[in-house]
């Protein structure tokens, strides 16, 4: 069975540009989970998809922002980028229930100019 | 507020003796608690979990301890093996925010030879 893949790797932006990120799940997976990872902040949760709706949400300003297509897939979008977004952003797919494991992708590394 | 709080950054052993990682929480709602391992560059991947019904889950040389009324919980390693030398996440969740976790800010893991 395939892992969590997330493109692109490695992207580098200016401040106030937008990013596009995407997350493909393992299959049969229907939640997609989104994390931002910093030095100081350790991992940070950002959102949850399930079955296209946004299930939960962390304490990030409405820059970020995320769907999540019929097939799972999920993207996530940052707008009027700051230098503080550079970080490490790894989305995690799973069944969508409480205690269940989470599989995470390799991430994004983000670097904002 | 942080909910979990892994309080040493680092924790340095010799091959073959035991990890002791440690991990304290706040939020009484939580009822399972997961364990992630990342190596740089790569996402987390799931180690160990338990539910809040039990107070001991074993997995190889992997332990997880809970203390429920001392909002408490370590990792045990044994015997420690150099390829163990990562960042260790705790990771708490709770039925009512479906799949959301909460990490914490990790601990590194140094298995010396």
């Known amino acids: 069975k395939a892992g969590v893949t997330q493109t692109p790797r490695y992207l580098i932006k200016t401040r106030g540009q937008q990013v596009t990120l995407s997350c493909s799940p393992i299959?049969?997976?229907?939640?997609v989970s989104w994390y931002q990872q910093t030095p100081g902040q350790g991992l940070q949760f950002l959102f949850e998809y399930f079955s296209e709706t946004q299930r939960n949400k962390g304490n990030f300003p409405g820059r970020f922002s995320g769907r999540q297509f019929s097939n799972s897939r999920s993207e996530m979008n940052v707008s009027t980028l700051e230098l503080g977004d550079s970080a490490l952003y790894l989305c995690?797919?799973?069944?969508?229930?409480?205690?269940?494991?989470?599989?995470f992708g390799p991430g994004t590394r983000l670097t904002v100019l | 507020d942080q909910q979990v709080k892994q309080n040493s950054p680092s924790l340095s052993v010799q091959e073959g003796r035991i990890s002791i990682l440690n991990c304290d929480y706040t939020?009484?709602?939580?009822?399972?608690f997961l364990w992630y391992k990342k190596y740089p560059a790569e996402g987390p991947t799931f180690l160990i979990s338990?539910?809040?019904?039990?107070d001991k889950n074993e997995d190889g040389r992997f332990t997880v301890f809970l203390n429920k009324s001392a909002k408490h919980l370590s990792l045990h390693i044994v015997p420690s093996q150099p390829g163990d030398s990562a960042v260790y996440f705790c990771?708490?969740?709770?039925?009512?925010?479906?799949?959301?976790?909460?990490f914490g800010k990790g601990i590194t893991l140094s298995v010396r030879p």
């Open positions: 338990i539910s809040s019904i039990k």
């Open positions: 995690a797919s799973s069944h969508g229930t409480s205690g269940g494991e989470q599989f």
């Open positions: 299959s049969g997976h229907r939640s």
């Open positions: 939020n009484s709602m939580f009822d399972y």
């Open positions: 990771a708490p969740g709770h039925t009512g925010a479906n799949s959301k976790l909460t």
